[in-house]
């Protein structure tokens, strides 16, 4: 088991969906990234996700696309963004980290380094947006093996003919895109995407996350009623965007309005008193 | 066509130097789509007459500001268009490249100009030509004249990259003579790219070469030594259009000044009969204003 299949397991067993909190490696700088990245389970988050900076993320919209710049105007590179990891480690075992990203700084690391670099550091999935299920053997195979999950992303538009082939060999959990298109742009329809959700639990038994445009409290107990885990990202980059200063520095509010964030969202999962009056 | 096929009532595309941009629009005022185009701010500024065909052509010109703000940034945002609507909406890319099936499907549409030139040079000379050389950004102009000579092994073929201020000066679109092979907007092929894998802004005098990747059939083209790849800087480029426009009166767009370019040092070296096809891609008129700010530039440099 990995420490995701575990977290998922215990969140079962609290009876309640899990917080997915996703933040851009390296975003604003290194030591602010990192200083975040160590909040996060205290403020609540079940499961990071930890985005591998891109110059062109072309899945996402313009909120991760500036942080994404942000991040590699501050020099990030994918060595950095690991050594992250490993510094998150040293204090945290449990927590599941996910690295989110697109392939080619992957690919040029090389794949089988970069695989073993992200075990050792303690990593324990990957999403490759821009690596379909039907051209993932360079990859896929080898991170299964080392361990790792690889979770793949199903959408509005997946349907039934295709659905199989996305969960065929997802392990971890399964991404539910809320919406089509890109990241942070729309607001989820809550009764569309619980339908989705059923349709995509009728062939798996893997916990469903949903992600993409999930901003607010409601949204996220809305959501903890159709899936097993709630994604929020680019409400958080855009807090942290928010908190800079006009050279884009790190302010004192950096670390606390994201985590801030966080604490709010969180609470809304364990306490779930508006939800359950529905 | 293949839109309406499909059932979609919305069209979008990319472009550079608007060639594609100007073609896509002219197709959907003809079949009464909606129509927009994502193109890059910078070329934007520097392609106006084809930005203003567009328009006129009914299409919706969308300036795209990220990132380097040409044709790549372009591509970016017309794909994250797509995954939005693509319920409804055809994406047409312009160049043999992106996902596939696009890079062998532009292939075919775009080859019949080999096709045309063929038949016409078989007309004209009563036999094949001798090579064929054409520039290359993404490359579907090239692509679309090499395609139907290729099992012609005695056919030598030319593909001319833009090297912008020069290869060694690391600002140029040479996706081969500087590139690496990497994967970007859904295919493996030669990329500008730094040490970390994140792709590198390219940098041509002209719009529609501005691409840090180059389609993957050329890459495959090249790797097989099937078509020898070179390249043109800026200053060679703006010199073959001036002479081409001087000796022949056809003002050709950069893109093919490219071309034109390597054309000036191999066409001296073939014997007298030898018959060489330059693809003369574009109409130079939408250049104008980029090679008077360039020349202007110069001047002032006192070259």
């Known amino acids: 088991m990995t420490r995701i299949d575990k977290r998922f397991a215990a969140l079962k067993r609290e009876g309640r969906a899990g917080l997915v909190a996703f933040v851009t490696a390296g975003d604003p700088d290194y030591e602010t990234s990192l200083a975040i990245l160590k909040g996060l389970p205290a403020a609540g988050a079940d499961v990071v996700e930890l985005g591998m900076p891109f110059s062109d993320p072309m899945a996402d919209g313009p909120a ?13 590179t994918m060595k950095k963004t690991l050594s992250m990891v490993r510094e998150f480690r040293t204090e945290d075992d449990t927590t599941p980290i996910v690295l989110m990203g697109y392939y080619n700084p992957i690919y040029i690391y090389p794949v089988d380094r970069f695989i073993a670099d992200a075990v050792d550091a303690g990593v324990d999935g990957l999403i490759v947006v821009d690596v379909p299920p039907e051209e993932d053997e360079e990859l896929r195979p080898a991170a299964t093996a080392a361990g790792l999950n690889v979770i793949r992303l199903a959408t509005p538009t997946t349907d039934a003919k295709r659905l199989p082939a996305v969960l065929a060999n997802t392990s971890g959990f399964v991404y539910y895109v809320s919406i089509a298109g890109i990241t942070g742009t729309a607001a ?19 916990p469903i996350a949903v992600g993409f445009g999930v901003k607010t409290e409601e949204q996220v107990r809305a959501l903890a009623n159709v899936a097993e885990g709630v994604v929020v990202g680019s409400a958080l980059v855009s807090a942290i965007a928010e908190s800079l200063d006009a050279g884009g520095k790190a302010m ?16 809304a999962l364990r306490h779930p008193a508006e939800a359950a009056a529905v | 066509m293949l839109a309406l096929r499909m059932g979609k009532t ?18 959907c005022a003809k079949f009464g789509l909606p129509c927009i185009i994502y193109m890059g701010s910078v070329d934007v500024a520097r392609q106006k007459p084809n930005v203003l065909r ?12 990220s990132g380097s703000k040409t044709l790549k940034d372009a591509m970016n945002d017309a794909l994250r268009d797509w995954v939005a609507n693509v319920h409804d909406t055809f994406y047409c890319i312009g160049t043999v490249a992106g996902p596939h099936p696009y890079p062998a499907m532009v292939r075919d549409f775009q080859s019949v100009i080999g096709r045309e030139t063929r038949e016409q040079i078989l007309k004209a000379e009563s036999r094949l030509p001798d090579s064929l050389i054409a520039c290359i950004g993404g490359g579907s102009n090239a692509m679309g004249l090499f395609h139907p000579f290729l099992d012609d092994p005695a056919i030598e073929i030319y593909g001319v990259e833009a090297a912008g201020l020069g290869i060694d000066s690391g600002k140029h679109a040479a996706s081969i ?20 894998g994140q792709i590198e802004e390219a940098h041509s005098i002209s719009a529609g070469l501005d691409y840090p990747g180059i389609g993957p059939e050329h890459a495959w083209l090249n790797d097989v030594k099937r078509v020898k790849f070179l390249s043109a800087t800026d200053d060679e480029a703006v010199a073959a259009f001036q002479l081409c426009s001087k000796l022949e009166g056809i003002i050709p767009a950069l893109e093919p000044a490219h071309a034109l370019a390597r054309v000036l040092d191999i066409a001296p070296k ?28 110069r001047g002032s440099n006192g070259a």
């Open chain 2, 10 to 27: 919305r069209v979008i595309a990319e472009t550079g130097a608007g060639m594609h941009g100007v073609a896509t629009a002219t197709l």
């Open chain 1, 252 to 267: 004192s509010g950096t670390k606390s309005k994201p985590l801030g964030l966080v604490e709010r969202l969180s609470a």
């Open chain 1, 64 to 76: 991760i696309q500036a942080s994404s710049q942000r991040a590699l105007k501050a020099g990030q």
């Open chain 2, 270 to 297: 073939k014997p007298k009969d030898h018959l060489m096809v330059v693809n003369v891609s574009g109409r130079g008129d939408k250049d104008l204003d980029s090679v008077a700010s360039y020349l202007s530039a």
């Open chain 1, 188 to 206: 989820p329809d809550i009764a569309a995407v619980g339908a989705h959700v059923g349709r995509i639990k009728a062939h798996t038994s893997l």
């Open chain 2, 177 to 196: 003579a500087g590139g690496k092979p990497g994967v970007l907007h859904g295919n493996r092929t030669y990329l500008l790219m730094d040490e970390d």
């Open chain 2, 54 to 65: 567009m328009k006129i052509l009914g299409a919706e010109v969308r300036p795209v500001e």
